[in-house]
Each structure stands twice: as C-alpha cells, then as structure tokens.
DNA sequence: CTGTGCATGTAAATCGTTACATGATTGC
DNA sequence: GCAATCATGTAACGATTTACATGCACAG
C-alpha cells in the first residue's frame, strides 16, 4: 500500500481536497502511515489521469481554490482489488533501540534521559491515539485505535520494569572507570 | 543512524566482512533495522575512503576474497558523536493495519484469514527474538530482545481478545447482503 | 543436480521527504 | 505582529531496495 493507493482509500469514506487528505492521514491513519504534500499532490493528479479519481474546482472568494476529489467506480474496484493482495509485512525502525545496543559507549545520565525521553514518547502516541478515537470513528478504526494504545501501554511497562537492566549495566562502567 | 552509522556500530563489536555484517544486521538488529548488500558494501567502500575503517584482504584458497575491515580510532570517535545525537522518532508502518480501516470491503473469511495470518506472523517475530537471544548477547541486547518479546505479545493478546470487534462487523454486512 | 551458504559489487528503479514558491485569513 | 490554518504544487535530493553479474563448495 503506497500514498497513491491510501488516497484511493481514505476517498472511499467521502470526497476531500488534497489537504484534507493529509489530514486524514494524521487522524485515521495516525502512526500508522504519513504522508506529505510532495507525495499526495502528484498522486492524486495521477490517479486522475488514469480516471480512478475526478476532480472537481470550488472557487472559494477568501481563500485559495479547492480541488475536491471524488472516487470514480473504476477507482473503487481498483482500490477493492488492491485490499485482496497479501500485505506487506510490518516495517519498524527505531533509531532509540538500534542505539540501546551501544549503550555501553554512554554514561548512565545518557541512558537515563534516553530511556525517559522515549518512555515520554510513548505516552504522547497514546495520548494522541485515545482524544482521536474517543467515540469517533467506526469499528475498525477504534479496534486499530485500541491496538496502538494496547501495544504501547506494554512497551512503557517492559521499559519501566526492565530500565535497571541496561542502567545498572552503566553504573557498573562509571565505577570501574573510577 | 543510517546504515552507515550502523556498520560503524557493528565494526566496534568486533571486525567483519560485508558479508558478516549483514548477518548481524539479521541477527543483532534482527526486527529493528535491516539492510541489503546494496547499502552494506557501498557504505564499507566510503567509510574506508573517509578512514573511519580499514580493511585488509584475505585470499581464501576455497572461496572468494573476503575484505575484513576494522574500525578505526577515527571511526569510534565518529561513531560515539553520532551516538550523542537526539535519535529519530519511531517509523512504523503496517500494510495489514491499514488494510483493517477498510475491512468493510472484505468478506469475513477474508478478515479471519487477515487476522490469523497476522497473529502467526507475529509469533514467528517471538519464535526468531526467543531462539536469537537465549544465554548470548550483551544485558543490552537482552533487554532488546524482552522489548520486543513484551510488545509482539500485546500485539497478539489484543488481537485475540478484540478480533470479534470487526469480525462481528462483518457478520452484520454479511447478513445484511442476504 | 539443486538449493543454500559463502563472497563482492554495480546500476537502475522505487518511493518518499524536504525545501522552495505563493498567498490570504484568523486567532493570540 | 506572528504563528497557525487553509490551499496547491514542483524540483531536487535522499536512502534503500531490487535486479543483475559472477562463481565455487557442500549437503541432501
């Protein structure tokens, strides 16, 4: 699933502009993909071209004018066709963890700040993920909401019980540098 | 930390060939960052340029060359300054998550399948974290390992206990289409 | 005799972000 | 006055993957 076919996405649940589709990207699909202009913009005008999407101008007087995109019936089938293939399996990639297994070349204020800074993180994600799905939103879209929320809940108690670990580990560094 | 950073990282572990590198990208950095011999080898030939690594053939009667390489001063130092930098914010992206905002155009079977196909994936994620770190690695890599060991259970304990949420769904647009 | 592991590398293609360009409006 | 929101787009750049190119050894 790249932007292209997200977009094709998100406007089956309605019509939206280019930017409202970058809102929808933060908001129903918040950490689970972004998005930005430089990839929406030129999506949507391809996908208009190969008449999965048309494409309609709103004159507005005090504000730029909208394009607001519709899905066209070719565009739904071709998006239904898509949802069939077998998904790519999950990326992950977390600068924080890759520089866990070099802890040994910081000193324990580091570790410490890391740990707390990235424990921090998480709690803003679940934050971000309860206001956005509180009542909103369909089925789907509050069992993701739960599963965000139910994944980083376990990830701040494993780095809460478990920080001594790799904190001690420092200690035992800075007092044998003594 | 880019690749390059990473096989800087690696070389401070111990040396190794290119080759040797990857595996350790699969099985010290296993889950959390991976690379192919399209950046791994680019990356050698570059740090070696910028003497942050040096690298000595070894002819092998049996086999091709091998170029084992080892860190230089230069490159530790390289390597400590970047560990100072702020890390970068998580990357997460799932193909099968996204497509689950959309289960209201799969068929109940489908989202089954999705579900149970998804859960195994992420027991195989336990299988691989489990058999890679019992007894070897450092305390840092063990905590590595419990992290993701603690998340991926979450993962599959939500799924399981909440998975009724949006195949109960589909059962009503099922029978709602009879 | 076929697949897997060892071993290195290049070039093209992919997919995306960042920065740039433009400009009015509204809230603090 | 300054930041944020609305609104669209292009071009350059970045990082990495994929496919290609080559080749021997060993196990099943």
Redesign the interface.
Known sequence: ?DVRN?CL?IL?LGDATGYEIKKAFQD??N???DASFGSIYPALNKLTEEKLVSCRAETQTKRPDKKVYSITEAGKAA??KE??KD????????????????????SRD?ITR?LDEYIQ?YEENINALSTGCDLKG???????C??GV??R???I???KE?RH??EA?AQQVDTAAE
Chains 1, 2 share one sequence.
Request: hydrophobic share 50%; no cysteine; charged share 10%.
């Open positions: 699933m997200l996405g089956t129903r699909l950490l689970l993909y998006f239904i949802l069939q998904p790519l399996p999950d990326k992950f990639r977390s600068d924080t963890l890759a520089t866990m297994i070099f802890t040994h070349f910081l580091q890391m993180y369909s089925p789907a879209e509050q069992f993701l739960g599963f139910a994944v809940s376990a990830a108690n494993y780095l478990n670990l790799i580990e």
